[in-house]
């Protein structure tokens, strides 16, 4: 399973550092690249998962407004890149190699439901389900109790170990700043991998693999890859 191999390479809403974020040629990119794993964002919107991070248009597409103001239609219209489209999930799985692993983060609002639904569609795919939103993620989990689920982390408070054994979490997923070492040594001891975002120079990236990090997300899967940490490449 391709998140057990560490190190994981993870492409960034697939190779954002080189191709428009969050677009098919992106993900192609990221799985040109070798990686182990690529992640992505998705929104719940008029009965599909739709793949984009931010919760406006602006930023990512030829649009405006809100992503949740959209209708299927309109959204689709937009560019996301190179003339590309927002994708749907179900695109983005059709293209996804074997042996590559799929984090999707539930981004937008009422987005639990739908992606267990679609989790159980696609049973051969290996998942990591993952947010900031832990509320999201325990919706998640009561519906669909076997996936791999991580809480994400941008800063070190609370008690991120209460919140991860809650959940039945299989990786806590954390910022650069909040993966000190000490974190990275009690998650492993505690039996829970770490993925730390985002990590775009290799001496980090080897860095947070010496100190027991599981893998990295990269918006440069060509600059970080698994043989570059000293993996199986
Ligand atoms: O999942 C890691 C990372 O994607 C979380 O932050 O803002 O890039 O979605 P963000
Ligand atoms: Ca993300």
Same mark, same amino acid.
């Not at 070798?34 to 794993?37: D, E, F, I, L, Q």
């Given at each position: 399973m391709t998140f057990e191999r560490a190190p994981v390479v993870i492409g960034h809403r697939g190779a954002a550092g080189l191709v428009a974020e969050n677009t098919l040629p992106s993900f192609r990119r990221a799985f040109a690249c070798?990686? !182990? *794993?690529v992640e992505l964002d998705v929104y719940a919107l008029a009965g599909q998962l739709v793949v984009i991070h931010d919760e406006t248009l602006d930023r990512t597409t030829d649009g405006t407004? $809100?992503?949740m103001g959209q209708t299927?239609?309109? +959204?689709? *219209? +937009?560019? *996301?890149? @190179? !003339?590309?489209? =927002?994708?749907? +999930?179900?695109? =983005?799985v059709a293209e996804l190699p074997a042996g590559v692993g799929l984090n999707v983060e539930l981004k937008g609002p009422g987005t639990a439901a739908p992606v267990a639904d679609f989790v159980a569609r696609f049973p051969d795919v290996d998942w990591l389900i993952s947010s900031f939103d832990h509320a999201a993620l325990a919706d998640f989990r009561a519906r669909d109790t076997a996936s791999r689920v991580a809480p994400l982390f941008s800063r070190w408070r609370g008690d991120p170990w209460r919140t991860a054994a809650a959940l039945s979490a299989w990786a806590v997923n954390l910022s650069v700043r909040a993966a000190a070492p000490e974190h990275l040594r009690a998650a492993r001891e505690r039996g829970l991998r770490t993925f730390v975002y985002t990590v775009n120079d290799l001496d980090t990236a080897r860095r947070l693999i010496d100190e027991g990090? $599981? @893998?990295v997300f990269t918006d440069y899967p060509d600059r970080i890859t698994a043989a570059a +940490?000293?993996?199986?490449g």
């Open positions: 070798g990686v !182990g *794993a407004g $809100t992503v299927l239609e309109s +959204l689709r *219209a +937009l560019d *996301a890149g @190179g !003339g590309w489209p =927002v994708p749907y +999930l179900e695109e =983005v990090a $599981t @893998g +940490l000293g993996g199986p």
